[in-house]
């Protein structure tokens, strides 16, 4: 039996339901770009990114609410609304849910962060989660520099809509509405050209990320294997930190699209299969790079350990040298010091300074040697 949405304890007529319904109408469409960074969005009232009514392909005029566009959408035999969010609230996503009747389970993972890359159907709405990913900028690497910043978008494709709803700052859609409406054809697919077109912005993203990474990477294998001192290992344990992140969000995608393609052909009209066994082939190839990368930088960090090793043995070897010359001079010192009446050159008056060049000879000697077998 399939459940739909209802909202929480009291919506409906009471005053906290019409409040949160309310919430849900008043939510402009107020571009997110517009923020700076930063800046603390207030939930549910400006998550709205855009919301637009598409019939074969071209998009309608209008920016009205979501609701009326659904209905518009509904009326026209190949029009579709996508409607576009951005962390959303609790009553804005409960009252989208009400309006285009989204499962119960589906409207609680829209608004939860975190998920893992996936693909579900709940009724005749499929559910396509996506893992975002953005370079972070940094003059240098150091042990605690951000390189990749990850987020979440997930797309709900459904009959006569989609929406998609992204948490954190990775993943602007903006860019792909406005390449999707310039490709009048592929938009005439539907909803699940918007899924295609989020998947491929996503995969084309983890390819730029990972060029980006593979720059860090070449610094930080120049700074290893220079002469002198050597890249910091804290250095080389951050960036693999930021790799696990890194694959974690690019990894797991392998499995749902594969899970797409194959087990969800029907859903996907036709025309738009071989899009997505594209996608998933750049998808491959971003995985292989990002298993190259993470075999280099366990080569640089052995590579590091190894030196460190090298330069530890050094150390002692110096340590051991001069630890060595220093007992030659405290065992004389320590022998004559006993203040025995009878020992060889006691009285004699040039005893002294006789002891004192026996030091110096054989700290001398014991310094040349060492020298020569380069401990020293």
């Known amino acids: 039996m399939a459940y739909r949405w209802r909202g929480g304890d009291g919506v409906g007529g009471s005053l906290s339901g ?4 309310a919430l849900g109408r008043m939510a402009p469409s107020v571009p997110v770009d517009a923020y700076p960074e930063g800046t603390e969005r207030r939930r549910g009232l400006d998550a709205v990114v ?3 009514v598409y019939v074969g392909g071209q998009r309608q ?10 209905a518009r959408a509904r009326r026209r035999r190949d029009g579709f609304v996508w409607l576009g969010l951005h962390e959303p609230g609790a009553a804005l996503m409960g009252e989208v849910g009400r309006t285009f009747g989204l499962h119960e389970l589906t409207v609680g993972q829209a608004l939860a962060q975190g998920h893992r890359p996936a693909v579900e159907r709940h009724g005749d709405v499929t559910l396509l989660v996506l893992r975002t990913a953005r370079y972070v ?5 150091t042990d605690t520099s951000e390189v990749v910043d990850t987020g979440d978008v997930m797309v709900l494709v459904g009959p006569r809509f989609v929406i998609t709803v992204r948490h954190g700052a990775a993943g602007a859609l903006t860019a792909v509405r406005a390449d999707l409406q310039q490709r009048q054809t592929l938009m ?6 918007v899924a295609y077109a989020v998947c491929a912005r996503m995969v084309d993203v983890y390819l730029e990320v990972a060029g980006h990474v593979e720059k860090d990477l070449e610094g930080l294998e120049e700074t290893a294997f220079a002469r002198g001192s050597g890249a910091d290992v804290q250095q080389i344990y951050q960036l693999k930190r930021e790799l696990v992140e890194f694959k974690r969000a690019v990894l797991p995608l392998q499995d749902p699209l594969r899970q797409l393609v194959e087990q969800h052909r029907g859903d996907i009209p036709d025309g738009l299969g071989h899009y997505f066994v594209d996608v998933t082939g750049r998808l491959a190839r971003a995985v292989d790079r990002l298993n190259a990368f993470d075999d280099l930088l366990n080569s640089i960090l052995q590579a590091r350990l190894a030196q460190v090793t090298v330069d530890q043995n050094n150390d002692m070897r110096k340590i051991a040298s001069w630890a060595a010359i220093a007992a030659v001079q405290t065992a004389i010192a320590g022998i004559y010091g006993m203040n025995f009446d009878h020992m060889p050159e006691l009285h004699w008056t040039y005893g002294y300074a006789a002891a004192l060049g026996v030091m110096a000879a054989a700290g001398l000697t014991l310094h040349r040697l060492f020298r020569r077998s380069g401990w020293l």
């Not at 005029?61 to 659904?70: I, S």
């Not at 005439?188 to 050209?193: I, L, N, V």
């Open 61 to 70: 005029p209008g920016n009205g609410h979501y609701a009326e566009a659904f």
């Open 188 to 193: 005439a697919h539907g909803p699940w050209a």
């Open 18 to 21: 019409l409040l949160a319904g």
């Open 50 to 52: 855009d919301c637009a």
């Open 137 to 141: 900028e940094h003059a240098e690497l």
